[in-house]
């Protein structure tokens, strides 16, 4: 099985529309992560949290929101998503050193 | 402001050949340098990565060369073969705000091998 999962694996939305991706990892990693991948721009983080209390923003948080339910789980949302959220996302974990980050098979999103 | 700035951003080789791809860095607090391989359809995944203390780590195929004075690093993939077609990301890492560590990302390669 999977260190990292995502569901769903591809989701078609359209605008306005509240969104949850979700993502589980068996790794026992304290850190998790959410990234989008555009072409061109890389990874962008969304939002990171180091452990179950602790979640920060990322570089472009504006218009989601996360919740970190357990050690384990790590859910992104987007309250009413808009066509330029188009993307695909990842969910990723970490141990506490940081370095070395375990991607999930990402989420492909579009929003009409 | 783009800390880790890579190139070339897309990439065409022909089976047997080099793969050269580039990366710069600016902060000097940066220590360590990985590269991360991504598949179509897939997630990054850690390919090889290097620490300041050495200029070069090879794994089988895969090297990558680091001059610390130039703050540059490199992935060279001898002998390319179509089954490492694939994004190509570098990133770096080093301690941030909160004595955390951050891993900065590079903008991704896709290198294309073509048989």
């Known amino acids: 099985d999977a260190d990292v999962t995502q569901t769903p694996r591809n989701r078609i939305t359209k605008t306005g529309k509240r969104i949850m991706l979700e993502c589980s990892q068996t790794k026992g990693h304290d850190r998790m992560y959410w990234y989008r991948q555009d072409p061109g721009l890389g990874l962008r983080l969304i939002y990171y949290?180091?452990?179950?209390?602790?979640?920060n923003k990322g570089e472009i948080s504006d218009g989601y929101s996360v919740s970190r339910q357990a050690q384990a789980k790590f859910s992104l949302s987007l309250e009413s998503a808009i066509p330029n959220q188009t993307a695909l996302y990842f969910c990723?974990?970490?141990?506490?050193?940081?370095?070395?980050?375990?991607f999930g098979p990402g989420t492909r999103l579009t929003v009409l | 402001q783009q800390q880790v700035k890579q190139s070339p951003q897309s990439l065409i080789v022909q089976k047997g050949g080099i793969s050269i791809i580039n990366c710069a860095y600016e902060?000097?607090?940066?220590?360590?340098f990985p590269w991360y391989q991504q598949f179509p359809g897939k997630g990054p995944a850690l390919l090889i990565a290097?620490?300041?203390d050495v200029s070069e780590k090879k794994e089988g195929r895969f090297t990558i060369s680091f001059n610390k004075s130039a703050k540059q690093f490199s992935l060279h993939i001898m002998d390319s073969q179509p089954g490492d077609s694939a994004t190509y990301f570098c990133?770096?890492?080093?301690?941030?705000?909160?004595?955390?560590?951050?891993?900065?990302w590079g903008l991704g390669t896709s290198l294309a091998v073509n048989p």
């Open positions: 990723a974990t970490s141990d506490q050193a940081g370095d070395t980050q375990y």
């Open positions: 902060n000097t607090a940066f220590d360590y």
């Open positions: 949290s180091f452990d179950v209390k602790d979640i």
């Open positions: 990133a770096a890492s080093g301690l941030g705000a909160g004595n955390n560590r951050k891993l900065i």
């Open positions: 290097i620490r300041p």
